[in-house]
Structure formats: structure tokens, C-alpha cells
């Protein structure tokens, strides 16, 4: 590229945060919400969405938040979700996948109900909710996409047969559109936690998250909010030469 090609590009206009508006999945949950949050410290408008109908909560004390109960599973959600966006708040600049589902079962217990079921909530809306969001930001020229993989994306783990293969799916999806999208306008970018003390595990106690955190060089799991600082990162104009990277929030467990 030229020094004036560089220099052209260089001095483009940021959009500013008031300006933008995200869709967030999974928005009722505790990365979700403190996705929300971080968002409208700066100013960006969200569309939380979730199957959970506390996800109104967050409308109901902001109105720079639109609420959207709804199933990822379901066809019709990801289009009602940008058609939400554009019409609630006239745009559409930033997706988060966020919604997702765990499940810990080896091979031979994991049934055909299980592995739908991950897929469906985990890889397919991921899929269907890029799909709609895409067909409005490239049409702008502008955009980020920001996927909720895991450690389980990276790596082989016990008893996560149907997870790892959700979260590798999220992975290459993220590389594939980063590619498929340059130069366009849109940029892509995945984070890939480690655990979450609190977070996804039905029925986990403290003494479980305590076990869990030690297997972490930084001997311990993840906050909410630490995770949702990545994911809020990416998704904001400091990251604008950030596309294709699956960032590793996991205090060091993959670097092992």
C-alpha cells in the first residue's frame, strides 16, 4: 500500500459512540449484561436480547436499551433483532454473540437431542444472526462482529464433545467472515474465556469455581466483567485494525 493510500486511510472519520448501536445476545446473563453496561458507558445503543425475560430489566432503566425476548433457536430472532435496531434506533454498527449454552458429558452419554441442541443455540444463531447483521453492514461500509468462542474452541477438554465442537465451529466462522469481509468495511473478532466464576454451569458452588480457578496460571477464573471488557474492546473503534483474532482471556490456560 502507498504512503498516500495509508495516509488516506488513516484519517477516515471514527464514528462516534452516540452514534452507534450494537445488538447483544444472551444479554440477560452475567457476561451479557456487563456487555450492556460497558456499551452504554460509551454512549452505544443496545438491543439486548434474550430467552430470559428478565432481559427487559435493562430496558426498563435505560432507554438507550431496546428489550427483545426471543429464542436464538427460533428463525424469525435475528431478523426481528436488526429490524428492532433500525427501527428503534435508526442503525445498526455493532453484534455480539453472547448466547450460548454448556453442556459436560462424555461421548457416550452426550445424545442426539444434546449435540442439536448445542448446535442450535451455540453455532447456528451465531450463523443466522451474522447473516442478518451483515446484509446491513456491508451495505453501510461499516460494522464490528464480536463472537463469544471459549478456551473449548482451542483446545481438546474432557467430557465436552458437543462444547468444544460448538465453540470450534465459532472459531472458524469468526476467521472465515474476517476474511470474506475485508476491505469492506466490517471487522470480526472473537474472545475466547477461560472459566467464569458464576457464570454457565448450572448448579455450581463456590467450592467448584474454587477447585476450577487454580488450573489457571493466574489461579483463578474470570469475572463478567473482565470478559466483557475484551468483548467491549473489540467491538469499539480502538480496535479498528483488530479483525480475524480469537483473543485469549483466559489467564493463561491455553498458553500451558
Known amino acids: 500500500m502507498s504512503r498516500a493510500a495509508v495516509a488516506s486511510h488513516s484519517v477516515r472519520p ?6 452507534r ?5 444472551g444479554a440477560a446473563g452475567g457476561v451479557g ?3 450492556v453496561r460497558l456499551l452504554r458507558e460509551s454512549g452505544v445503543r443496545v438491543v439486548a436480547e434474550d430467552v430470559d425475560p428478565d432481559v427487559r430489566e435493562l430496558a426498563d432503566a435505560d432507554d438507550g436499551v431496546a428489550a427483545l425476548v426471543a ?6 430472532t435475528a431478523r426481528d433483532a ?22 459436560g458429558k462424555p461421548i457416550d452419554q452426550t445424545t442426539d437431542e444434546d449435540w442439536d441442541l448445542l448446535m442450535e443455540v451455540n453455532v447456528k444463531s451465531v450463523f443466522r444472526h451474522c447473516r442478518e447483521a451483515l446484509g446491513h453492514m456491508l451495505e453501510q461500509g461499516s460494522g464490528a462482529i464480536v463472537n463469544t468462542a471459549s478456551i473449548s474452541g482451542l483446545i481438546g477438554l474432557p467430557d465436552q464433545v458437543a462444547y468444544c465442537a460448538t465453540k470450534g465451529a465459532i472459531v472458524q466462522i469468526t476467521r472465515q467472515l474476517a476474511v470474506e469481509c475485508s476491505g469492506r468495511g466490517v471487522r470480526v473478532n472473537a474472545v475466547a474465556p477461560g472459566a467464569i466464576r458464576g457464570h454457565f454451569i448450572p448448579g455450581a458452588t463456590d467450592e467448584l469455581w474454587d477447585a476450577i480457578g487454580p488450573s489457571h496460571p493466574l ?4 469475572t463478567n466483567d473482565e470478559i466483557a471488557q475484551v468483548i467491549a474492546f473489540l467491538a469499539s473503534p480502538a480496535a ?12 493463561a490456560y491455553t498458553a500451558q
Not at 448501536?21 to 445476545?25: C, D, K, P
Not at 428503534?88 to 455480539?96: A, K, N, P, Y
Not at 479498528?240 to 489467564?251: E, R
Open 21 to 25: 448501536t450494537a445488538i447483544v445476545t
Open 71 to 76: 429464542d436464538v433457536r427460533a428463525p424469525q
Open 33 to 35: 449484561r456487563a456487555v
Open 14 to 19: 471514527v464514528r462516534d459512540a452516540e452514534d
Open 240 to 251: 479498528s485494525f483488530v479483525s480475524g483474532a480469537i483473543v485469549a482471556a483466559d489467564g
Open 82 to 103: 436488526v429490524a428492532l435496531a433500525l427501527e428503534r434506533f435508526g442503525g445498526l454498527h455493532v453484534l455480539v454473540n453472547n448466547a450460548g449454552v454448556f453442556l
Open 219 to 222: 489461579g483463578r477464573c474470570a
